[in-house]
Each structure stands twice: as structure tokens, then as C-alpha cells.
């Protein structure tokens, strides 16, 4: 198993609360935003998230534009965070060649 399908797995992990409804990370009051951010290649917002004290619930609540214009993502960063959080989108599973 490659370090990529390890970090997949934590994300996987990480993210369960959320494959459901959104109210399901409301439910869950400590959710990890930063290690999701870090395992989506978006740890450049980590900091900024913490600071702002972005948690699950208030995540599933922002919308594209509030990303790019307040936390300076780009468009297709803002929507992989997005279809992450709300539509429970995962990257999916490097294959590795033998």
C-alpha cells in the first residue's frame, strides 16, 4: 500500500460523517476540516480555516463564491472542496502498475 492509498484511507475515515446528510457534521461538533484540507492537496488553507474557525458544520455552509472571494481559492479548488463537503465527493485511488 503507497503513502497516497494510506492518506486516501485516513480521508475516507475522516470524511464519514459526512456521506450523509450535511446535518451529520453538525452532529459530529469536532470535525477535522484541516487534516480534509491537507489530504485534498488544499493545505495552503489550513492556517486561514483554523483562524476563521471553520469547523464541519460551518464548511458545508459556505459556497463556492464565499471561497474564492474570502479565502482566495481558486474556482476548481473551491469546488473540489465543495463536492467534498456537501456532495461527499472522494478523489479517487491511484493505480499503481506492477
Known amino acids: 500500500m503507497s503513502i497516497y ?17 450535511s446535518t451529520d457534521v453538525a452532529d459530529n461538533g469536532r ?3 484541516g487534516e ?20 464541519g458544520q460551518l464548511l458545508v455552509s ?12 481558486s474556482q ?5 472542496l465543495m463536492k467534498f463537503a456537501v456532495d461527499g465527493w472522494r478523489p479517487l485511488k491511484r493505480s499503481t502498475t506492477p
Open 31 to 33: 470535525f477535522k476540516v
Open 76 to 80: 476548481f479548488e473551491a469546488i473540489k
Open 36 to 55: 480534509c484540507l491537507n489530504l485534498l492537496h488544499l493545505d495552503a488553507y489550513v492556517d486561514q480555516f483554523h483562524r476563521m474557525d471553520v469547523d
Open 5 to 21: 492509498d494510506l492518506k486516501l484511507a485516513g480521508l475516507y475515515n475522516i470524511s464519514r460523517s459526512i456521506l450523509g446528510r
Open 62 to 73: 459556505l459556497s463556492a463564491q464565499v471561497l474564492t472571494s474570502d479565502f482566495n481559492f
